[in-house]
């Protein structure tokens, strides 16, 4: 090609590169593996098996529980597979149980019809919040009840189960045993008033319904009465010992958040005792076990064999990911309400089969995100539902990153429609929209949309922001690793704001065109370069604007390096720059507090 450059009325025209993409060196770019390829571990390479907490079929979603698993996982999952990390991350609907079977009966439909809408709901919500998961799948299908029954009868032959006769509330009124959580009280731990059977949302211990003060059937209110039945229990008791061991060095190796340490630890402290695992209900997991044969396992004995279940619905080689702990990292996403059954049950019922599975490496959990200082309730419609953010018209990248960026990782903390609208103002717009526009608009006006041949030795001080930005990057990628999601998100604006300083110190106008020629080619390049490596660093809070700004940029997506490259060249046509971010107007935020404010029920 040839590189001819002339300025013409106070535009530089500059011929374009023919092949665009041989200006790319493919070690820092991602080619992408076919659809079809199923992902699978390999022997010697870093291989992390994603899950985040299966969500009941029987409800919508939530932003809290959006923030809480499914995104969080999402956003650790592309980081994890754009630094060339082996990654599947599985997830879906936990349909199994009590509350489904009330809820159809509700509804006045079968389960199974109820399961088919939710999941559908579910699959619907994350599919608008680009959630990228490998397979998304549920609980009710053969390969559940077959390794969940395998599991199970695996306990029994080690002598892990033992039968109780167990006394159950059961409910005169609508002829029906009641489950944990269809029984309510007071709390007799705090004296809350509207504790459930099965835990109290207040003070958050776990309960034994019969521990309730005066307790209540959720359905109809009348008081219910004890009756017998036979059910099986997992001796956790037994396996306390080796779940006490395993869960003190896991946590240490796979640094769990603080929150997930102190709910197990004070779970094991209290002792473990045998624990229920069967439930008199048809719609659930059979009991392998003649005598047994009329009751399901229960839904949280059940819920957590879904990862693998899931998992082997994705390929037959899911025992490469599950029992593979020599070559396979876990690391599980959830609100802290679910900790204990990943971090003390399941792992109990794995080492109680006395295989070799994959267990827990990382725990990411989160505290909860409260609606304008109150609780989300589908109820009385406060709040913001998975299925309504979309109605405002705001895309699921400034969604993803206003969640993001309150996500609760050490204390609860608080959506507000004030803070999503200067979030939207200040942070996106001004900062990183207004750096990507400033230089692509620059170019495409000044030099015909084609890179200049530059120098960064044209650059007064190339070096100072070129190590800012290294230093930036290589916390980035700290924090990434610990699964610091808020920080890294922090840290990746913190380059664009490096960015906006760098355009401030060089003051790109068509002074500095006209003037100093060669400085000007070098802030562009330089700049262009700073965008692409934004880019990459966003991709996995803001999917849809890092390809945005790739196809801008006319470039496949770059792979997250902790050192700042000019992987852009001479002679690179760009396109046309395109807004990523529009203002929203104050007023709304009036407006949408009162869309939300659970008026519209009335
Ligand atoms: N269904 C449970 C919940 O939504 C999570 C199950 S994770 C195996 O709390």
């Known amino acids: 090609f040839e590189d001819v450059k002339k300025t013409i009325k106070n535009k530089r025209v500059i011929t374009v590169q023919k092949d665009g993409t041989t200006a790319f060196n493919k070690e820092n770019v991602i080619i992408p593996i076919s659809g079809d390829e199923k992902i699978l571990p390999k022997d010697g390479e870093r291989n992390v098996l994603i899950t985040s907490a299966l969500p009941y079929v029987n409800n919508v979603p939530h932003l809290g529980n959006i923030i809480g698993s499914v995104l969080s996982a999402d956003i650790y999952s592309r980081y994890c597979k754009n630094r060339g990390y082996n990654t599947l991350y599985v997830c879906g609907t936990d349909e199994y149980g009590t509350a489904t079977e009330t809820k159809a009966i509700e509804d006045g439909c079968t389960p199974k019809e109820l399961c088919d809408k939710y999941h559908k709901i579910h699959k619907q919500v994350y599919d608008w919040f680009q959630i990228g998961f490998d397979k998304f799948g549920r609980t009710t299908t053969e390969k559940q009840t077959e390794i969940a029954q395998d599991i199970f009868l695996k306990l029994n032959e080690n002598g892990y189960l033992e039968e109780q006769t167990m006394k159950q509330l059961y409910c005169p009124e609508h002829n029906g045993y009641l489950a ?18 099965d835990q109290c949302d207040k003070c958050g211990s ?24 036979e059910h099986i229990f997992l001796r956790l008791n037994e396996l306390e010992k080796e779940i006490n061991e395993w869960s003190s060095s896991a946590a240490e190796k796979g640094q769990w958040s603080k929150n997930s340490r102190t709910i197990t630890n004070s779970w094991l402290k ?15 997991t059979p009991v392998p076990l003649e005598k047994f044969k009329n009751k399901v396992l229960y839904v949280w004995f059940d819920a957590p064999i879904g990862y693998c279940s899931i998992t082997a619905n994705y390929t037959d080689d899911w025992e490469k990911w599950w029992k593979n702990p020599e070559n396979v990292q876990l690391y599980q996403f959830m609100g802290k309400d679910n ?6 049950i399941f792992p109990g019922s794995q080492l109680g089969t006395k295989e070799n599975w994959t ?14 200082n109150g609780k989300f309730s ?7 539902f998975g299925n309504n953010a979309q109605d405002i018209g705001v895309s699921p990248s400034v969604w993803r990153y206003f969640l993001a960026s309150m996500r609760p990782e050490t204390s609860d903390s608080q959506f507000s429609w004030s803070d999503f609208v200067t979030r939207n103002n200040s942070e996106l717009l001004a900062n990183l929209g207004n750096f990507v526009n400033r230089i692509m608009k620059f170019v495409n006006s000044k030099y015909n949309s084609v890179i200049p041949e530059f120098s960064v030795d044209d650059l007064p001080n190339y070096s100072s922001l070129k190590s800012d930005v290294d230093e930036l990057l290589a916390t980035y990628i700290s924090e990434m690793e610990k699964v610091h999601l808020k920080k890294g998100l922090e840290t990746a604006m913190l380059i664009s704001a490096r960015g906006n300083q760098f355009l401030q110190e060089n003051k790109l106008d068509n002074n500095l065109f006209i003037n100093s020629p060669k400085h000007t080619d070098a ?3 330089i700049g262009l370069n700073l965008i692409y490596t934004l880019a990459s660093v966003i991709s996995p809070y803001m999917p849809e604007t890092s390809d945005i700004i790739n196809n801008m940029l006319n470039a496949p997506a770059l792979k997250i390096s902790k050192e700042f490259n000019l992987n852009l060249q001479k002679n690179h046509n760009i396109n046309e720059a395109q807004y990523l971010f529009t203002r929203i107007d104050e007023k709304n935020i009036e407006i949408w507090r009162n869309k ?3 008026q519209q029920v009335k």
């Open 339 to 344: 900790v204990p059954f990943h971090t003390v």
């Open 378 to 384: 589908k109820s009385r419609g406060v709040g913001v």
């Open 270 to 284: 209290e002792g473990l005792n045998p624990r229920c695992i069967t439930r008199d209900l048809v719609w659930g």
């Open 359 to 372: 267990m827990l490496h990382h725990l990411s959990t989160t505290e909860y995100l409260q609606y304008e």
């Open 180 to 197: 944990d959580r269809y029984v309510e009280g007071e709390c007799p731990k705090c004296q809350y008033e509207d504790a459930r059977g």
């Open 206 to 229: 776990l309960l034994d319904p019969f521990e309730l003060v005066n307790p209540r059937c959720k359905l109809d209110n009348a008081t219910p009465v004890p009756k017998f039945s």
């Open 596 to 598: 939300f404010s659970g």
């Open 523 to 525: 802030v562009v390049g």
